[in-house]
């Protein structure tokens, strides 16, 4: 039995003066990728993830086995660089990127999910 694996490659915005980014389809994904912006206020990122159809987005905690309970995932800024999404941060429908600071222009970020 063979298994159909692709990817979807996606920009998402987060605009001047805010934190959070716009949403991203993960659903059907199992791992995913994204290029940080040359330029970024926030040193990490953090994610908001949507498990239910017209639900809420909550942000994404590793799982307590993994490490200390209520450890936030995160990603650091690296300018430019294409960044390995945790993998905890997926399993739901949707997500959206969090800056730790409100962005002093308009940040586009480069998002790749892969089943």
């Given at each position: 039995?063979?298994?159909?694996?692709?990817?979807?490659?996606?920009?998402?915005?987060?605009?001047?003066?805010?934190?959070?980014?716009?949403?991203?389809?993960?659903?059907?994904?199992?791992?995913?990728?994204?290029?940080?912006?040359?330029?970024?206020?926030?040193?990490?990122?953090?994610?908001?993830?949507?498990?239910?159809?017209?639900?809420?987005?909550?942000?994404?905690?590793?799982?307590?086995?993994?490490?200390?309970?209520?450890?936030?995932?995160?990603?650091?800024?690296?300018?430019?660089?294409n960044t390995r999404i945790p993998d905890a941060a997926?399993?739901?429908?949707?997500?959206?990127?969090?800056?730790?600071?409100?962005?002093?222009?308009v940040r586009v970020f480069e998002v790749y999910c892969h089943s």
């Open positions: 039995m063979s298994t159909t694996r692709y990817s979807v490659g996606e920009e998402v915005t987060i605009a001047s003066g805010q934190t959070t980014s716009g949403a991203f389809s993960t659903a059907d994904f199992a791992w995913g990728e994204v290029t940080f912006p040359a330029a970024l206020t926030g040193t990490t990122i953090s994610y908001l993830k949507q498990t239910k159809k017209d639900g809420a987005f909550t942000p994404v905690y590793y799982p307590s086995p993994m490490v200390e309970a209520d450890t936030l995932v995160t990603s650091t800024f690296r300018a430019s660089v997926f399993g739901g429908l949707a997500m959206k990127i969090v800056s730790a600071s409100s962005e002093g222009a």
